[in-house]
């Protein structure tokens, strides 16, 4: 065996990774080659050959103009709110929608050792996101009398414990049928200098998730596209993880959707700050696309309208809405959804010199590693529609560990307390100051929900859940 994998990785010059060979148990030697048997090292030599060829983001982003955008319950561009609603409302009820949720992230940076769906957020339930996502979806089941298939992306890191999880809680109270789990493929980490693969241990390769932009390719490898065909499910709802104030399936952002023939949409805020964390949604000669964080320069951010409003306004809520057909399509070009390089600090064990054998924890970054975006298919949309949503009503994702300045776990349920408070005065509650509240998705959907649903002259004085998931 070890002669045919050193022919294999001679060509690439990738024969390190045998390094430690003799030392590994028969067990530990077929895994480390059935990860080397899973590497295109063509692909990975052309990739990091790549990596340099950066684009001229400040070039892209001067030509970057203000995309139009509806307005929650305002409307725009001919459509009105109420047209939206319901042509939204008519498309769920024909049972034409399916959901997907990836959920194949670390949350490295929220330091939580789980699935990050697992993470309790309710401030007063301690609901996890997975809890309060797949409640918004039964909720909406429901009402409309169908079913909501959801199509849950994982990554080998987190799939076993989210099974198990949901499997546990039985799916939050979703059947069997409509949840169809598929797992994310993984790439491996390349030293940035020599372009030589890293073992993060003797015996195996440093991979990770090929970014959520590989959703697509282990959709259709699972066979869950074929699924959604099968289903008669014709738009397809896509999720991340982190934000339990997102209106899945939202209605109104389906029929601004349909009515305008898109093929993909996506929902933005407006940013707070130029330099805020979220993808920056732009048109670039006619065509929606969207600049990450990370790439858009200092210059641009902070250009501003003549009213004082910034240019590049429209933040990402990572919230899309796909026709199937047009994933369809695209599948069949997956593999040309283009890989984003980015340089990390990735431990490895040295398989040269005086240190080989040990394990190396870098300071500076080390390594390349590659990573697909879903948001890449924006561009190659016919047509693609934005739709804007207040963050204090509808984004807060909960990005980092508590503590932290913005987008932590405090900052994420004071926001929710203080809009469940909000529709509990809107419908005749009065409000202790300081009382957190929080109002599940089985209970209420949105404020109108809770008309009728709570007594008359009800006073809040102590913290308060109300759950819906017992009637
Ligand atoms: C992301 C978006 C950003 C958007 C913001 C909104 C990217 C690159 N950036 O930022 O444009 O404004 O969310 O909150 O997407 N995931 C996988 N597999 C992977 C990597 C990620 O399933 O290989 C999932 C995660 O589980 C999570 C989601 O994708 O649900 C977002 O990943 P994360 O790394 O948190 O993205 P952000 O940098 O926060």
Partial sequence: MRQALEQLLTPYGQQHLLTFWDELTPAERDALAAQIQQIDFAE?????????????????????????????????????????????????????LGSILVAGGQGTRLGWPHPKGTYPIGPVSD????????ERLLALGRHYGVGMPLYLMTSPATHAETVEYLEAQQRFGLSADDLHFFCQAQMPAVDAASGRLLLEDKGRLALSPDGHGGMLAALVRSGGLADMARRGLRHVFYLQVDNPLLRVADPEFVGYHLLSGSEM?????????????????????????????????????????????????????????????????????????????????????????????QRVEPAEPNAIKFERFIFDLL?????????????PREFTPVKNGPGAAADSPETVRATMIALHAEWLQAAGAEMAPGVPVEIGPLFALEADDLAGKIPTGLRVTQPMFFDGSQG
């Fill in 127 to 134: 609901s996890s996101l997975f809890r309060i996502l797949f």
């Fill in 44 to 96: 990975i030599a052309r990739l990091r050959s790549l990596a340099d060829q950066q684009t001229d983001w400040l070039a892209l982003a001067r030509r970057a103009e203000s995309p139009p955008a509806f307005r929650r319950s305002h409307g725009g561009e001919s459509i009105s709110a109420s047209a939206a609603r319901a042509r939204g409302d008519e498309a769920l009820a024909r049972g034409q």
């Fill in 265 to 357: 949409s996506t929902q933005v805020v407006a940013k707070r700050e130029p330099r805020d964390k979220v993808g920056n949604v732009v048109s670039v000669d006619g065509r929606l696309r969207i600049i990450e964080y990370s790439d858009l320069p200092d210059e641009a951010a902070k250009e501003r309208q003549p009213d004082g409003s910034l240019k590049i306004w429209a933040g990402n809520t990572a919230a899309h809405l796909f026709e199937r057909d047009f994933l369809e399509r695209v599948q069949a070009a997956a593999t040309a959804l283009p890989f984003h390089v980015a340089r990390k600090k990735v431990p490895y064990v040295e398989t040269v010199g005086d240190r080989r054998g």
């Fill in 379 to 391: 561009p190659e949309a016919r047509r693609a529609i934005v739709m804007e949503v207040d963050a």
